[in-house]
């Protein structure tokens, strides 16, 4: 028996925002989207290299304010990545910590009042 990668499960309230900051402003790739019925909540995959997130517009899924930690093999690349968007992408500069919990990173927080945190582990 083995017990794979959890999920993390993120609430959204707007989809067209979600994508224009997890696909265009995070490089993430919509794997799938699923909706009960067209005027029904949106929920969907997105992905980028090892990195798998679910996104939900259903009210049980999840609170705003989660928080989900993510390591980075090059941390430094990422943080300059972003910071090279324009900012109405983004719409924040974050800040870089040299000793972070879980190494060396960056938090990032998306248009729902979840905290992405972008960890190099050491």
Do not use: C
Request: proline share 8%.
């Amino acid at each position: 028996m083995v017990i794979h990668h959890g999920i993390p499960v993120l609430r959204i309230f707007d989809e067209q925002i979600a994508r224009r900051f997890y696909v265009d402003a995070l490089g993430m790739t919509i794997d799938w989207e699923h909706r009960f019925e067209p005027d029904l909540p949106l929920y969907f995959q997105v992905s980028r290299d090892e990195f798998t997130l679910h996104l939900s517009e259903h009210y049980g899924d999840g609170s705003p304010g989660g928080v989900v930690w993510i390591a980075v093999d090059d941390v430094r690349v990422l943080h300059d990545e972003l910071m090279a968007l324009p900012f109405d992408l983004l719409h924040q500069r974050p800040g870089f910590e040299k000793h972070g919990p879980g190494g060396p990173g960056f938090s990032l927080g998306d248009p729902f009042h979840n905290q992405l945190r972008f960890a190099q582990p050491e």
